[in-house]
């Protein structure tokens, strides 16, 4: 992560030690930033709620959610087109989100990357966001610079007023 100003800039969020963002699929956009826990988002299409990722960065997340029921989510905004408007991705964290032991099935990993990473648009993962142990706060609704080459995120705007 980085700010507009770079990582040295007062107020810059550095990843916690041992954390760090990996590329699921090269390249570079610009876009706002959206998306949030992958029930919520999935579940709201087709609703007053449901969001547009066209031209923006989608950003998901879940919590306790079997790999099948990824696979499902993510089948839907897949079919609903959301994932092929969207400009790139951010991956934050799958707590608690392992199949069942001997489950003969993909990872929740494995799926992310059949679904976002084969689309070839940036994509990072290992953002610590979500149900986490460590849980950064993402600044939804301003546009974002994703460079998933280098592993970086810039905020191109502030989060709140000054």
């Given at each position: 992560?980085?700010t507009?100003?770079?990582?040295?800039?007062?107020?810059?969020?550095?990843l916690?030690?041992?954390?760090?963002?990996v590329?699921l699929?090269?390249?570079?956009?610009?876009?706002?930033?959206?998306?949030g826990?992958?029930?919520?988002v999935?579940?709201?299409?087709?609703?007053?709620?449901?969001?547009?990722?066209?031209?923006?960065?989608?950003?998901v997340e879940?919590?306790?959610e079997?790999?099948?029921?990824?696979?499902?989510?993510?089948c839907q905004l897949?079919?609903?087109?959301?994932?092929d408007?969207?400009?790139?991705f951010?991956?934050?964290?799958?707590?608690d989100c392992?199949a069942?032991?001997?489950?003969a099935t993909?990872?929740?990993?494995?799926?992310?990357?059949q679904?976002?990473?084969?689309?070839g648009?940036?994509?990072?993962?290992?953002?610590?966001?979500?149900?986490?142990?460590?849980?950064?706060?993402?600044?939804?609704?301003?546009?974002v610079?994703?460079?998933?080459?280098k592993?970086?995120?810039?905020?191109?705007?502030?989060?709140?007023?000054?």
């Open positions: 992560w980085e507009v100003s770079g990582a040295r800039a007062p107020g810059a969020f550095r916690p030690e041992g954390a760090s963002l590329p699929a090269g390249g570079r956009t610009e876009g706002e930033l959206v998306g826990n992958l029930s919520l999935a579940s709201s299409i087709g609703t007053g709620y449901e969001i547009s990722t066209r031209g923006k960065v989608l950003f879940d919590v306790g079997v790999p099948y029921r990824v696979d499902r989510m993510l897949e079919s609903s087109g959301k994932l408007d969207a400009a790139g951010l991956v934050g964290d799958f707590t392992a069942r032991e001997g489950a993909l990872s929740t990993q494995e799926l992310i990357g679904y976002l990473a084969r689309r648009k940036p994509c990072l993962s290992g953002l610590p966001v979500g149900h986490g142990k460590i849980n950064a706060t993402l600044p939804l609704g301003i546009r610079a994703l460079d998933a080459d592993g970086t995120v810039t905020f191109l705007e502030r989060a709140v007023a000054k």
